[in-house]
């Protein structure tokens, strides 16, 4: 059974701030890895992927792989009130679906 | 408008009934899929579909039913059988099941279901 883990959190950051996600996972096979972000109450909304070792910027969003060490990170570049939300981390089950940590909970302090 | 959408928004059922709730997507992807989650949780995957008339288990399939008959729609019912069923429902979609490490999931906007 593969595992994805995060921190449930809540982890609180000022406004500003870098927020640092981490999520690991238990598949040395895994290939590709997604990033989520759900409000309270919505459904969950795609931030970015990676399938590569190393940093993915995006905007205000970093992602960060490493294979060897099975983790996966998100950083949040001067943090907003409105990124608190819950953070999902998903890796891929070998085309088939998806596995889902339980999400680290993101507090931005204005 | 592309899109996924479940129906209703909210569902009442009473204990012993069989409830179905509805997916559509006209996004033309042929694999889709339905999560639960529960308060403070992750999400767990019920079923998983990649083409019409085929389906697979997921990690907590029972309870539950679905069908494919169309690709634009994966209707799922939550039985009697199904022993806690109060949840919040999602129903996603990709373009290809076993498709492109960049091929991610969409999902709809949820049902949330409530057993009195």
């Known amino acids: 059974q593969k595992e994805v883990e995060q921190n449930s959190g809540p982890l609180s950051v000022p406004e500003g701030a870098i927020a640092s996600l981490n999520c690991t996972y238990s598949?040395?096979?895994?290939?590709?890895f997604f990033w989520y972000r759900q409000y309270s109450g919505k459904s969950p909304e795609l931030i970015m992927f990676i399938y590569s070792n190393g940093d993915k910027e995006d905007g205000r969003f970093t992602a960060q792989l490493n294979k060897a060490s099975q983790y996966v990170s998100l950083l949040i570049r001067d943090s907003q009130p409105s990124d608190s939300a819950t953070y999902l981390c998903a890796v891929d089950n070998y085309g088939q679906n998806f596995v889902f940590g339980p999400g680290t909970r993101l507090s931005v302090l204005p | 408008d592309g899109g996924i959408t479940q129906s209703p928004k909210y569902l009442f059922r009473k204990e012993g009934q069989n409830v179905t709730l509805s997916c559509e997507q006209n996004l033309n992807h042929d694999a889709m899929y339905w999560y639960r989650q529960d308060p403070g949780q992750g999400l767990r995957l019920i079923y998983y579909?990649?083409?019409?008339?085929?389906?697979q288990k997921g990690d907590i399939a029972e309870g539950y039913s679905v069908s494919r008959e169309k690709k634009e729609s994966f209707p799922l019912t939550v039985t009697s059988a199904q022993k806690n069923p109060t949840a919040f429902y999602l129903c996603?979609?990709?373009?290809?099941?076993?498709?492109?490490?960049?091929?991610?999931?969409?999902f709809g906007p949820g049902t949330r279901l409530t057993v009195l």
């Open positions: 996603a979609s990709s373009p290809r099941l076993a498709g492109p490490p960049t091929d991610t999931q969409y």
């Open positions: 598949d040395r096979g895994s290939q590709s």
């Open positions: 579909s990649q083409i019409v008339n085929d389906f």
